[in-house]
Nanobody, 118 residues
Framework: VQLQASGGGLVQAGGSLRLSCAASGRSFNIYDMGWLRQAPGKERQFVARINGPGSSIIYADAGKGRFTISRDNAKRTVYLQMNDLKFEDTAVYYC????????????WGQGTQVTVSS
């Protein structure tokens, strides 16, 4: 599965962004998908994960109540709606295949930069 993230940008604190991840390859709907992020000088960290049917979702504490992950299997796309963005959300966001709470994944695509100005 190849992954291509998009939707990042520059936003003021309190604003919103919606990230998208287009996946290619077969059997997209059987994979757990999610998002990782990496801020400058920091380790890559887990953001959110959604299972194949979209019935099970996990969020990192940092995004709970503000981030919403979803997927459209027909479009082979995963989304991350981010609301009430904070300066500390600034990072490169990576769409990932089978992301773990430790910030690892089976694979990930090219990231998209999210910059939140305070």
């Amino acid at each position: 599965v190849q992954l291509q993230a998009s939707g990042g940008g520059l936003v003021q604190a309190g604003g919103s962004l919606r990230l998208s991840c287009a996946a290619s390859g077969r059997s997209f709907n059987i994979y757990d998908m999610g998002w990782l992020r990496q801020a400058p000088g920091k380790e890559r960290q887990f953001v959110a994960r959604i299972n194949g049917p979209g019935s099970s979702i996990i969020y990192a504490d940092a995004g709970k109540g503000r981030f919403t992950i979803s997927r459209d299997n027909a479009k082979r796309t995963v989304y991350l709606q981010m609301n009430d963005l904070k300066f500390e959300d600034t990072a490169v966001y990576y769409c990932a295949l089978n992301p773990t709470l430790a910030g690892l994944a089976d694979s990930w695509g090219q990231g998209t930069q999210v910059t939140v100005s305070s």
